[in-house]
């Protein structure tokens, strides 16, 4: 079984529509991200958490909101879906006692913004 | 600041030729290095990490990479490419920070593997 799960895999919405990303994880890892992947862009950081209680923001973080529903949960919110956010979306899980704080991906999910 | 260079958006080499991707990598300090590779609806997997140690580096499927300070490089290589090597390649950055690290994904190299 996948270490890091995503749901839903794929998603098409329409501009406006709240839309919700979960991320599940069985590594016991404390720190958790939302990155996006756009062509050509490599991917960008959304938001992160460090652990239950710590939330931060990345580079491009608005029009996004996350909630840390637990240490093995951490959803990403489009309160009000645009056009610009469709993209693949990533989590990522990291445990800072390995070298590096080497992160570990899960699956994606491709969101279209109609 | 930080900062993650890879210099071909795209590389296609041969079947059974070598393979070599290339990043540039500025850093404050001493930094992690690592390599992913993407297939095509997939997600993220690590190839390789740099974490201070040796700077010759062995991963997965046969590819390794060389830590160079002096030339601020971490280029990926394998002797051999293999057609299922085709898929984009990430090379990444983690510098530590007040409060944890910060990584940078650079933006990709797709490779491509002709028969």
């Known amino acids: 079984d996948a270490d890091v799960t995503q749901t839903p895999r794929n998603r098409i919405t329409k501009t406006g529509k709240r839309i919700m990303l979960e991320c599940s994880q069985t590594?016991?890892?404390?720190?958790m991200y939302w990155y996006r992947q756009d062509p050509g862009l490599g991917l960008q950081l959304i938001y992160y958490s460090f652990d239950v209680k710590d939330i931060n923001k990345g580079e491009i973080s608005d029009g996004y909101s996350v909630s840390r529903q637990a240490q093995a949960k951490f959803s990403l919110s489009l309160e009000s879906a645009i056009p610009n956010q469709t993209a693949l979306y990533f989590c990522?899980?990291?445990?800072?006692?390995?070298?590096?704080?080497?992160?570990?991906f899960g699956p994606g999910t491709r969101l279209t913004v109609l | 600041a930080q900062s993650v260079t890879q210099l071909d958006s795209h590389v296609s080499v041969s079947e059974g030729t070598p393979v070599l991707l290339r990043c540039n990598y500025s850093?404050?300090?001493?930094?992690?290095l690592f390599w992913y590779v993407q297939h095509p609806n997939k997600g993220l997997q690590l190839l390789l990490k740099y974490t201070s140690a040796a700077t010759l580096v062995k991963g997965i499927n046969g590819f390794e990479a060389e830590f160079k300070k002096s030339e601020t490089s971490f280029h990926l290589t394998k002797p051999s490419a293999h057609m299922s090597d085709a898929a984009e390649y990430f090379c990444?950055?983690?510098?530590?920070?007040?409060?944890?690290?910060?990584?940078?994904f650079g933006a990709g190299t797709r490779l491509f593997v002709k028969a």
């Open positions: 990444v950055v983690s510098d530590r920070v007040t409060g944890g690290f910060k990584t940078i």
């Open positions: 590594k016991g890892h404390d720190r």
């Open positions: 850093s404050s300090y001493s930094p992690s």
């Open positions: 990522a899980t990291s445990d800072p006692r390995t070298p590096g704080d080497t992160q570990y």
